[in-house]
Structures are given as C-alpha cells and as structure tokens.
C-alpha cells in the first residue's frame, strides 16, 4: 500500500505531496475521474472556480463518502473575481460549489499585475483565513518580484506558490526563493503536459529504474521537495502516476534531469499574461 508523504505548511498545515489535477477535465468526466482517483488512493484534489468543475469535484468526494478531513483541496480564484470584495464573496462560491464549509487550500490564480493591484485581493485571503473559511491562502504563478511585494505590503506569508515547473522549466531562482521565505512550491504541469516524457535523459534513467518516463520525472519533483498533482483520465495512468514512493533517483540522475532546463514554458509568462474570463 502506497504512502504519500505529508508537507507541513507555513502555518502547520499537512498537504499530501502527491495529489491529482483536474485542469481540462470536462464536468461531465470529472465525477469518474476524482473517484478513480481517490479509488487509488489520492487525498489531495487540486481544482479551480476557472476550471468549472468544482461541483463535480465536491459530488466525487461526498460520494466516495471518506471524512471531510481525509481529502485536501484545493481551488483558486477566478481571475475576473480579483480585487478586495469580488474576492471576499466568491470564495463562499467555491465552498457552495464543493459543498464543503471550508476550502483547505485557496490560491490567487494569477498575479495579473498589469490589471490590478493583487496586494488588494490578497488583503481579502487574509480575511478569508481569519474567518475560517480557508485552512490555508495562497498564490499562483507569482513571481519573484510579485512575492516580494507581498512580502513586504502584507501580514500573512502565502504558505503556496503554485507556478509551472518541469524539466524544461526548473525554475531554480523561484524555487530557491520560496524555500527561503517558507513558501512551499507546487508544480504544476509537472510532466510539461507531456512535452518531457520522450526525452532521451528520462526515458534512459525511467528504464534503468524499471519505471515509465512519467513515474521518474514525478519521482524527481518529489526529492526536490515540490507538491504535485499530474493530470490524467486514464485510469492506468492514475495508477501509475501514483506509485513513485518505492525507488530513488540518485543525485547524479537528479542534476541529470535538472540539466535538461530550457527555461521553456507550456503555459503563458505570468508578467505579461492578463487574460480575464467573463
Ligand atoms: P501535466 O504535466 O500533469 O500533464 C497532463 C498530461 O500528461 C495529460 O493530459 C496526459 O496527456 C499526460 N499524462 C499524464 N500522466 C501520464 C502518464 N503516466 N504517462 C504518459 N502521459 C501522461 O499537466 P497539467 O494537466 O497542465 O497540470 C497538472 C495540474 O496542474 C492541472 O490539472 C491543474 O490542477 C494544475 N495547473 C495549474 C495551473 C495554474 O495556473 N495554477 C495551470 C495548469 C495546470
């Protein structure tokens, strides 16, 4: 029976290392898709009010029927909510749509500093964790510059940076900066939706492990420390991205792989992205 680590946040929390993403995954698919994976033994779902499907997600968990404590979740604000009172009130959208009374993990999704000033809306996440109503704030896709503002405007330290990271994205300066001011690191599309599962280094070092290129490039996300939570509907792959807790990747196969840095990214450059949804 596998064991996904627990990480303790900057305010005590525990988050599972390890948990599954519903980015892209249609409604009417994320039912099967969360109860597959909490069949397999996820305990930690990573949605978005952006992605639509929190209601779904929220259905999968109350039907799966394990205590509300054993399933960490997460969601984040739409980006046409931002700002002090959009905020306040469409977090209570979130907990309505996953029928829960509080959110574990609630993350600003964008910077989007070009729009707005983000130091606003996170005044709101402040107020947010006050109230109870999140056991945990936190952002995405900040950068270094956006956190130092935070850092130095605001009382509460996000306990999260959510950003893309990969072998073809490392991101070592971000990182290295969460790390220093007690802000864990979650990676999202950690496999680069794909994009990094061919290359030669992985595969090689997948098969001398007797493992699939995916479970080695998740495996070194892990003994880097980050949270993860790779996307898949294919039930063998829920499965198989979940058993990356029985081998190790030795050091020289960690920079092997931190190596393959291209500074190349799937999703858009969070300095310049402003795109707001209607
Ligand atoms: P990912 O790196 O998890 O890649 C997902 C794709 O990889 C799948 O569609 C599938 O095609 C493939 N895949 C998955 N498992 C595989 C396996 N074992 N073997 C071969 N191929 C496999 O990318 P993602 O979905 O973009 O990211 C994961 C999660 O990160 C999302 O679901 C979401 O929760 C989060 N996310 C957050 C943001 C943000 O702005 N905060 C942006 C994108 C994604």
Known sequence: MTTVPNLILNNGVEIPQLGFGVFL?????TRRAVITALEVGYRHIDTAQMYGNEKEVGQAIAEFGLDRSEVFVTSKLNNNKIGFDAALTAVD???????IEQIDLFLIHWPLATVRDFVETWKAFERIYADGRARAIGVSNFQVAHLERLLGETDIVPAVNQIEAHPYLTQE??????????????????????AVLEDP?????????????????????????????????????????????DFELSTDEMDQVSGLNR????????????MIPG
């Open 93 to 99: 959208g979130s907990l309505d749509a996953l029928g």
């Open 173 to 194: 300066g971000l990182l290295a900066f969460n790390a220093e001011h007690g802000i864990a690191t979650e990676a999202w599309s950690p496999l680069g939706r794909g």
């Open 263 to 274: 500074d190349q990214r799937i999703g858009p450059d969070p300095d310049t992205f402003a």
């Open 25 to 29: 995954v249609e409604p009417e698919e």
């Open 201 to 245: 280094v992985i595969v090689k070092i997948a098969k001398e492990h007797n493992k699939s290129p995916a479970q080695a490039v998740l495996r070194w996300h892990v003994q880097h420390g980050n949270i993860i939570f790779p996307k898949s509907v294919t039930p063998a792959r829920v499965r198989e991205n979940f058993e990356i807790f």
